[in-house]
């Protein structure tokens, strides 16, 4: 069907594209290979996405002038760009959401503990340790109580 079909380049231009939909400086290259083997084999499954994603990822290569993986982040986030309403971005977009950020490894990257009910909640285990936010202003308000109703009853 296409030159990068079921192939390790088809592989890499979909590692790459989910490098550049998604870049974090932080998230190694496990996360995103991870989600590429999983977005390739539920298109398996599939026909119509094996067909989607095949052409898109060939796509993407002929609009980079066949190199699709070399471009940096910058430049592979503006040729997707172009590509945004097609079946393809809108495929991987779905898939890849979800699946590069339910990765552990992600979550370590991103620094997010991940579940706390299996692990009985947050309040133990760094509830309040968000060093990058400032600490809230308290204030209490020490004016007189009133109630000031927002409207009265007019009429029967």
Same mark, same amino acid.
């Given at each position: ?5 079921? $192939? +390790? ?6 590692? !790459? ?14 996360? @995103?290979?991870? $989600?590429?083997?999983? /977005?390739?084999? +539920? ?9 989607? /994603? ?12 066949? +190199? ?24 991987? !977009? !779905? ?8 990765? &552990?490894?992600?979550?370590?990257? /991103? ?10 909640? @947050? /309040? $133990? !285990? ?9 600490? &809230? ?6 004016? &007189? ?8 009853? $007019?009429?029967?």
């Amino acid at each position: 069907m296409t030159s990068t079909q079921d $192939t +390790d380049r088809a592989r890499q231009v979909l590692i !790459r594209t989910l490098q550049a939909a998604y870049p974090h400086a932080n998230v190694p290259r496990g996360p @995103y290979e991870r $989600t590429a083997d999983k /977005l390739i084999a +539920d298109a398996a499954g599939n026909p119509f996405n094996q067909t989607t /994603l095949a052409q898109g990822l060939a796509d993407l290569d002929a609009l980079a002038d066949g +190199d699709f993986v070399s471009l940096s982040n910058a430049d592979g986030y503006t040729l997707l760009k172009r590509i945004e309403n097609t079946p393809f971005f809108g495929y991987v !977009r !779905r898939f890849a959401t979800v699946n590069l950020y339910d990765d &552990p490894e992600t979550w370590a990257a /991103l620094g997010y503990q991940g579940s706390s009910f299996d692990q009985g909640g @947050y /309040l $133990t !285990r760094g509830f309040n340790d968000l060093d990058w936010l400032p600490e &809230p202003r308290i204030t209490e308000y020490d004016g &007189p109580v009133k109630f000031v109703p927002i409207k009265t009853k $007019t009429g029967a």
